[in-house]
């Protein structure tokens, strides 16, 4: 059985601002089912942006878990995902999901994987999904060469990625903090 697949996400620090943003297209397979998903939303009350990569209603069980254990833990973003990841990787349920997270707020920007992996990336630039290598490389290069904002920079990664990766497209959703 296929699963429905939500794809690329990209986040980026630069300037005292942290962007996080997704792509629209959801697939079944070789199929687009559909164009203008949304597959970032802000938690905690607005303050800690998330994005998911994968199996679409996974992905949806994750954002509630994750922003459950931000609730528990006062909005504390890494020990929020620390402790989601060890649940994931040792609950029976969770261990079955298949999808990843990429999370922001102000200080930090991490990934999320089922395996209990929690990655906070070296030069503050996260992506993960098909399109996901494409916009990072696309992003770095950005971040090098370009006076582009951090929004300007996940919105251009997205769009380089789209149009390199059959499973990204560019209807772009950005949310963006704005870091002490």
Request: aromatic share 6%; charged share 25%; hydrophobic share 45%.
């Amino acid at each position: 059985m296929e699963t429905f697949r939500g794809t690329t996400v990209l986040s980026v620090r630069k300037d005292g601002q942290v962007a996080l943003g997704g792509d629209g297209q959801v697939s079944l397979g070789a199929t687009i089912m559909k164009e203008h998903a949304t597959k970032v939303r802000r938690l905690a009350e607005g303050r800690v942006l998330a994005g998911f990569a994968g199996a679409v209603s996974d992905a949806f069980a994750l954002f509630e878990r994750f922003e459950g254990k931000l609730s528990q833990f006062n909005n504390n973003l890494a020990r929020a995902a620390v402790e989601l990841g060890k649940e994931w990787r040792t609950d029976k349920y969770l261990r079955q999901l298949e999808a990843l997270l990429a999370v922001s707020d102000v200080e930090k920007s991490l990934l999320i994987a089922g395996s209990g992996e929690i990655i906070e990336p070296d030069d503050g630039i996260l992506a993960i999904g098909s399109g996901g290598p494409y916009a990072l490389a696309a992003a770095r290069a950005l971040m090098a060469h370009s006076d582009l904002d951090a929004e300007g920079i996940v919105r251009e990664g997205l769009c380089i990625a789209a149009g390199i990766c059959v499973y990204t497209n560019a209807n772009i959703t950005v949310e963006t903090l704005r870091c002490p």
